[in-house]
Nanobody
């Protein structure tokens, strides 16, 4: 299973980006999908998550500015990031809990390589 993230870039404060992450490989189903980020010198943190049923969770610092969505048929998750702030600068990683064996509910967690978001002030 591979996760390919894209959509990062350099934007001015107040700008927007749309990050995408597509999963491919031997996939039976995907449970939760999520976006994490890691800023220089800081630990990786959960930004937003979405279940297969569409329930979402956001870290307080991005509520009202970021929106996570997914297409189960395409095994893809997006993160719309609006009203960007310099403190949003980080490498953004996608994450998916993937079921790869038919007839089981065992999932494994996979990570994408990350996409860099840089917000200038």
């Amino acid at each position: 299973v591979q996760l390919q993230a894209s959509g990062g870039g350099l934007v001015q404060a107040g700008g927007s980006l749309r990050l995408s992450c597509a999963a491919s490989g031997s996939i039976v189903s995907i449970d939760a999908m999520a976006w994490y980020r890691q800023a220089p010198g800081k630990e990786r943190e959960l930004v937003a998550a979405i279940t297969s049923g569409g329930n979402t969770h956001y870290v307080d610092s991005v509520k009202g500015r970021f929106t996570i969505s997914r297409d189960n048929a395409k095994n893809t998750v997006w993160l719309q990031v609006n009203s960007l702030k310099p403190e949003d600068t980080a490498v953004y990683y996608c994450n998916a809990e993937v079921v790869t064996e038919w007839g089981t509910r065992r999932s494994m967690r996979y990570w994408g390589e990350g996409t860099l978001v840089t917000v200038s002030s």
